[in-house]
């Protein structure tokens, strides 16, 4: 059965970079039929898609964040990372990561989710 | 403001039928994309109801149903029980964005 599970700092001060990984169990990374993606919630808000990763290294950022977003894949750790950089106060909700399945990659729901982890931006 | 919409809240009584609606645009529901339904109950991971449009993973009950047409796709909930109280979240993507989206979300109450 596939999990995954976030971690990283639950605290970063505004300006810097949040880094966080999602390490994968119970199934592969490199596996061709899935895409690796993460999501955010802000307090009391709704579900924001914030970029997905292919095995092979391939990214698909939300345009709202491409300039402070990379994401990245490890396939030898199995894991796959978010990093985003200049952090604000607006930042600050659970970050959930998800493997995504479909057909075709527009059609892809995300399936299963992480737990979540909550990252604070404050100094 | 979300790319898709949804009512803020939904309530029924146990054992009634209630619907949830999430309305898009022709670039995202309009067009061929799929609609996908999750179920978050408070403090936990969103969870995958219906994906596809219509089809229920392993372990969904049959009391969930979806559908779409046109611009709008529905989730039905069936023999409503005080379990299901949740916040549901539809998901499509979107071409003019080049992403996924999600719905504002749903609260649904159980009177």
């Known amino acids: 059965q596939l999990q995954l599970q976030e971690s990283g700092p639950g605290l970063v001060k505004p300006s810097e970079t949040l880094s966080l990984t999602c390490n994968v169990s119970?199934?592969?990374?490199?596996?061709?039929?899935?895409?690796w993606g993460w999501v955010r919630q802000a307090p009391g808000k709704g579900l924001e898609w914030i970029g997905t990763?292919?095995?092979?290294?391939?990214?698909y950022d939300n345009p709202s964040l491409k300039s402070r977003l990379a994401i990245s894949v490890d396939a030898s750790k199995n894991q796959f990372s978010l990093k985003l950089t200049s952090v604000t106060a607006a930042d600050t909700a659970v970050y959930y990561c998800a493997r995504q399945a479909g057909s075709l990659l527009e059609w892809n729901w995300f399936d299963p989710w992480g737990q979540g982890t909550l990252v604070i931006v404050s100094s | 403001q979300s790319v898709l919409t949804q009512p803020p809240s939904v309530s029924g009584a146990p054992g009634q039928r209630v619907t949830i609606s999430c309305t898009g645009s022709g670039s995202n529901i309009g067009t061929h994309y799929d609609v996908h339904w999750y179920r978050q109950l408070p403090g936990t991971a969103p969870k995958l109801l219906i994906y596809?449009?219509?089809n229920r993973p392993s372990g969904v009950p049959a009391r969930f149903s979806g559908s779409k047409s046109g611009a709008t796709a529905s989730l039905t909930i069936t023999g409503l029980q005080a379990e299901d109280e949740a916040d549901y979240y539809c998901?499509?993507?979107?071409?003019?964005?080049?992403?996924?989206?999600f719905g504002g979300g749903t609260k649904l109450t159980v009177l």
């Open positions: 990763i292919y095995y092979s290294g391939a990214t």
């Open positions: 998901q499509s993507y979107d071409s003019s964005l080049s992403g996924w989206v």
């Open positions: 596809g449009n219509t």
């Open positions: 119970g199934g592969s990374t490199r596996n061709r039929s899935y895409y």
